[in-house]
């Protein structure tokens, strides 16, 4: 059973994340999918199919950390797995966010297969979570795409095991995940993984 004020509050977070989203053009129409823990055994997450800056609390449901939902009929997004494996792998985590923008898809196809993302120099890393300098390398994977749900929450799950520090990693002409210990944490990562991308896609366009 989840504490059902905890819901609550978590799905309002939901809402006010999808419009927000959808309002800057990260997550347009019915894509992405969103979630937020309620305890150590259940998250809330978006109904699959529905339009993201049009969310209501009905647009929410519960499912517990093998993505099955819980006290509902709805049909929880088929990307899940990806979501629920974090909450596994970081006890510390509060939210998810799976986005559509433009900049990440393109980026993530340009990438080479089986490479990651390389982002060193940019101020703006700093904004998130434990990282203290411009000076390091953020370093963001990208996973190819694919319809085996399972096979694809397994690879990351090796991954990030293995590099707990990571903020976020792209799927291939697909978009982008991040996570955060709150709502509000995850919203900056968004914003800021944006950021970069676009500086690069801007640095790749300008170079001779």
């Known amino acids: 059973m989840f504490d059902v004020t905890r819901y609550a509050t978590a799905a309002q977070s939901i809402v006010d994340a999808g419009r927000f989203l959808y309002d800057r053009g ?6 992405s999918n969103y979630s937020a823990r309620l305890d150590h055994d259940h998250v809330a997450i ?3 199919g529905r339009h993201k800056g049009q969310l209501t609390a009905g647009d929410v449901m519960v499912v517990d950390l093998n993505g099955q939902a819980v006290q509902s009929d709805c049909k929880s997004s088929a990307e899940t797995l990806l979501h629920t494996v974090l909450y596994q792998i970081f006890p510390n985590v509060g939210a998810v966010l799976h986005t559509h923008s433009v900049k990440a898809t393109v980026l993530s196809r340009l990438a080479s297969p089986g490479s990651a993302l390389d982002f ?3 101020e703006l890393q700093k904004a998130f979570s434990g990282v203290e300098t411009h000076e390091g390398i953020l370093s963001i994977p990208v996973f190819d795409n694919t319809q085996d749900i399972p096979a694809l929450a397994e690879q990351t799950r ?19 995940y991040t996570w955060g210990k709150t709502m509000a944490d995850c919203l900056r990562h968004v914003e800021a993984f944006e950021f970069l991308f676009e500086c690069e896609l801007e640095t790749m366009r300008v170079r001779p």
């Open 120 to 122: 060193e120099g940019y």
């Open 158 to 176: 090796e991954w990030f095991q293995a590099r707990p520090d990571q903020p976020g990693y792209l799927i291939r002409g697909h978009g982008l």
């Open 46 to 48: 978006t109904v699959s």
């Open 26 to 31: 990260w997550s347009p129409a019915t894509s």
